[in-house]
Nanobody, 121 residues
Framework: QVQLVESGGGLVQAGGSLNVSCTVSGTIFSINAMAWYRQTPGKQRELVASITSTGTANDADSVKGRFAISRNDGKKTVHLQMNSLKPEDTALYYC???????????????WGQGTQVTVNP
């Protein structure tokens, strides 16, 4: 069983910073791409940032220059440092990872349960 558990969400004033983290646990052979998504009520889940297994990161235009994704493969974690937060960044943030559980398996997509980030004006 593979589990993704997010932490670090919370309430912050506009202009502030937060760091959300995600830990992958369970039977793991390798972790490929990792990413953060976010979703607000009534809207589709959107990609915020992603990072490949070799460390290449990509950010959505809406967060470029403000958010930074990073990963620690030894600890099986992925982080999202969020700076200069805006009220429109308020959302439920989900961790996503492509995980291979054994040498005979293929990359499967896993999701965390989400952590709430609320930015007050």
């Amino acid at each position: 069983q593979v589990q993704l558990v997010e932490s670090g969400g919370g309430l912050v004033q506009a202009g502030g910073s937060l760091n959300v983290s995600c830990t992958v646990s369970g039977t793991i052979f390798s972790i490929n791409a990792m990413a953060w998504y976010r979703q607000t009520p009534g809207k589709q889940r959107e990609l915020v940032a992603s990072i490949t297994s070799t460390g290449t990161a990509n950010d959505a235009d809406s967060v470029k220059g403000r958010f930074a994704i990073s990963r620690n493969d030894g600890k099986k974690t992925v982080h999202l440092q969020m700076n200069s937060l805006k009220p429109e960044d308020t959302a439920l943030y989900y961790c996503n990872a492509g995980v291979v559980v054994s040498i005979w398996d293929y990359d499967r997509n896993y999701w965390g349960q989400g952590t709430q980030v609320t930015v007050n004006p």
